[in-house]
């Protein structure tokens, strides 16, 4: 599995970003799929989750109503649309291949993962 992250970049607070992830080899097609984050000095932490199916998706409270997930599933890529974008939303964002077909929060549920793409939100 090879998943690439992209998209990732500088943008005003209140801007918006879209960030994908495609997976090269097409393993993740029957799986559900996350996204993390890691703020310089902190530790990696939930975002978002998409089914395998984009039938259902999970979101972290800080980022309900503002980030929206979804996957192409043709395509092989998994997106991320942020809105309302915040200095706190500054962090390398990964995408992470679930073991299984749902959604999940916990990155041990996570079996492979993408390099990161950095987001930065100036104020």
């Known amino acids: 599995v090879q998943l690439q992250a992209s998209g990732g970049g500088l943008v005003q607070a209140g801007g918006s970003l879209r960030i994908s992830c495609a997976d090269s080899r097409r393993t993740f097609s029957n799986n559900g799929v996350g996204w993390f984050r890691q703020a310089a000095g902190k530790e990696r932490e939930f975002v978002a989750a998409?089914?395998?199916?984009?039938?259902?998706?999970l979101y972290a409270d800080s980022v309900k109503g503002r980030f929206t997930m979804s996957r192409d599933r043709a395509k092989n890529l998994v997106y991320l649309q942020m809105n309302s974008l915040k200095p706190e939303d500054t962090a390398v964002y990964y995408c992470?291949?679930?073991?299984?077909?749902?959604?999940?929060?916990?990155?041990?549920?996570?079996?492979?993962w993408g390099q990161g793409t950095l987001v930065t939100v100036s104020s």
């Open positions: 998409i089914s395998w199916n984009g039938g259902n998706t």
């Open positions: 992470a291949r679930n073991r299984g077909s749902g959604t999940a929060t916990m990155r041990a549920s996570y079996n492979a």
